[in-house]
């Protein structure tokens, strides 16, 4: 079969850099390129979906400023990685090469440029991170989910490009899915998940919210939750206790049908979280993970809450009883919580894996036309 040529696309070994990256494969597939990916050694969770020709795990090392004795090992890792990812890249010559963020993605974008060959990198949060921000100044084109990126050096804004944060086709199987807030005597259905870094807090924190809740409101939850294995037990005793209509697990398959199922939901605010609630149209209370690398998901949270889809709670300023009058509240505002939904589908770009897809064929381009 004839193909358009190769892309290769490099991401951190997370769900966070991962999504985004599946998302715009799915789209370079669809137009007919072939994509490779690089990652590390945790893309073996995720890979099995990723519509990718090859998957390369590249040697990797996260440097961490604070503890300096380990740098000599990380950056012996991170150029076994470089050597592996140029000899790579020099056999397979791919168009171009996109970068999701993370370490993992730094060998690969830097053997990239050594060779000349066109790259990208594009950013998910409102802020950027440590390994976009080491290549920001080497690649071609930055792309980004946010029309600003806060610690953007001024001189390279003009290679900003504003596509959105790309979502799977499992999220545009349902975006924009209409969104009906239920009526004071019907069932409210609240999802609550906090990814890997996350779901210990809410186990912790939201059995004294809905303890704190009226009969009455507390009646009408039909609550779905995340929570960590080990959690999983204490927390189904506290909801039965409390008569507490609810389903727990470990994982969601189908998380993007369970946010469209919502009538609201309380999570974390990483990129992908943000993004999916803006393409599927749902609204949501958000407490942002309080040491997250330079606040990301602080700014996330600003930027969905500013737009009126939704409402920021740090984790510090949380407290059970307040929160619970809050939840309350809400549950008897349909008009509120439906005017907060589209907010939050206008605050999505359902298209992003589209306009991302588009830069990188333009780039390739203008790439070609200086060389």
Excluded at 197 to 203: D, H, M, N, T, V
Excluded at 277 to 285: E, K, M, N, S, T
Aim: proline share 6%.
């Amino acid at each position: 079969m004839t193909t358009r040529g190769l892309i290769t696309l490099a991401a951190g070994g997370t769900g966070g850099h991962l999504f985004p990256a599946q998302a715009l494969a799915e789209e370079l597939v669809r137009r007919g390129y072939v994509v490779h990916l690089m990652s590390d050694e945790r893309v073996q969770q995720y890979g099995a979906k990723f519509p990718a020709a090859d998957i390369h795990v590249i040697p990797s090392a996260t440097v961490t400023i604070k503890k300096p004795w380990t740098w000599p090992a990380s950056l012996l890792r991170l150029m076994a990685g470089y050597r592996k990812a140029h000899s790579i890249l020099d056999q397979t010559r791919p168009l171009a090469v996109t970068g999701f963020g993370g370490y993992p993605s730094l060998p690969p974008l830097a053997a990239a440029t050594r060779l000349g060959i066109a790259t990208l990198i594009h950013e998910q949060n409102a802020v950027m991170g440590r390994a976009n921000r080491i290549m920001a100044k080497r690649v071609d084109v930055i792309a980004s989910s946010f029309p600003d990126i806060v610690n953007l050096d001024d001189r390279l804004k003009d290679k900003l490009v504003m596509t959105g944060n790309p979502v799977r086709d499992l999220v545009l199987d349902v975006a924009g899915a209409p969104y009906v807030a239920p009526k004071p005597d019907e069932t409210f259905n609240l999802l609550v998940f906090g990814g890997s870094q996350g779901a210990r807090f809410f186990s912790d924190m939201m059995p004294g919210v809905f303890a704190a809740m009226a009969d009455a409101a507390r009646r009408r939850l039909k609550v779905v939750q995340q929570c960590r294995p080990e959690d999983i037990e204490r927390v189904r005793k506290a909801y039965e206790d409390m008569g507490l209509d609810c389903e727990l697990q470990s994982f969601f398959a189908g998380m993007p049908r369970r946010i469209a199922d919502a009538h609201l939901v309380i999570g974390r605010s990483g990129a992908s979280t943000i993004a999916e609630l803006g393409v599927i149209g749902r609204p949501a209370i958000l407490v942002p993970l309080p040491h997250a690398l330079d606040n990301d998901q602080l700014r996330n949270a600003q930027s969905f809450s500013a737009a009126g889809a939704g409402w920021l709670k740090p984790q510090g300023d949380i407290v059970a009883d307040e929160l619970a009058a809050f939840l309350t509240r809400l549950m008897y505002r349909p008009e509120e919580l439906s005017a907060a939904a589209a907010a939050a589908l206008g605050h999505g770009h359902a298209d992003a894996a589209e306009r991302l897809a588009g830069v990188i064929e333009q780039t390739i381009a203008q790439h070609g036309a200086k060389g």
